[in-house]
């Protein structure tokens, strides 16, 4: 397989270190012409996870992204949620035709509410049998150190979706697969709302007491809102309905779903966590994110995922709650108030 890579951030340098420390060629877009000057003189990316060290000769670096997708046959799209459609919309319709498309996009795009395969599937010639998603836990800080880590890669093609995952497994990096294409991207979209949750109850003062309690039911939410959202879209999704339907019993304790969730909450390394810390604190949203200087997740996510669950139907207090939060001015205070109420 040869491997082209959509994105030079965090997550995609993590991906593509992966990939060329298993010896595969990969091409890779990145918009900045000075980047790439400065990544092929010291071997690094010099904006993101600069302690990881790629063979340059495995390396082609490129600021235009069809010169990727053309040479490649696996495209794995890494790019932030916020930035995807800007980016990909100036392709002309037939490039992914034939082409096997990786997700490591881990959110709604945010100006249209969503999955990269949803957008793909309006604006591209693409079917759903060559989409596949990968997902965590996975820190990309952590695979630049090179620590213990699993990714699992989901998609309708189990045999290719293991084909793919094989490319993906080091010493450092165990692969799972599973069927479960649209529920895992949608976990990993809400994981990263109850992250910012989890942050702002830090940023509260809340002890580890309550904040176990609100990951358990956050968890538990998370499952309801898979269950209803996977059987809209066994029904009226895809023309694969009949295989989607084959795939709708899924174990949410499973590390894709539920593992995600406690490495985000959890982690030092987890920007929504950061986020919602500055937000607890009394920060504004804007502040929070001029201090951050880099994207999270979760902050998009949770008015794209209000207005998706008014088709779903989910009941969603903790995400409602956070969305407020977020979005309406609603007094962290107040609404983690709210929230306190509906742990169990």
Known sequence: MKFGILGSGSWGTALAKILTDNG????????SAEAIEMFTQRHINPQYLSSAKFKMELLHLTTEPREVIQHADVIVVAIPSAYAAAALQKLPPQIFKNKKIVSAIKGILPEHNLLLNDYLKEHFSFSISDYFAVLGPCHAEEVAKEKLSYLTFSGLDESMARGIAACF?????????????????????????????????????????FLSVFIANSADEMAGFLRKAGIINAEVGYNDSEKLKTSLHHNYAASVYLGDLLVTCYSLYSRNRSFGNMIGKGYSVKAAQLEMNMVAEGYNASRCMFEINKQIGARMPIATAIYDILWNQLPAVDGFKMIEKELI
């Open 24 to 31: 595969h060629r990969i091409y890779w877009w990145n918009r």
């Open 169 to 209: 497994k080091t010493a450092y990096m165990n692969t799972v697969v599973n069927k479960d294409i649209f529920g895992v991207q949608y976990a990993a979209v809400l994981k990263n709302i109850y992250a910012v949750g989890a942050g702002i109850a830090h940023g509260l003062d809340y002890g580890d007491n």
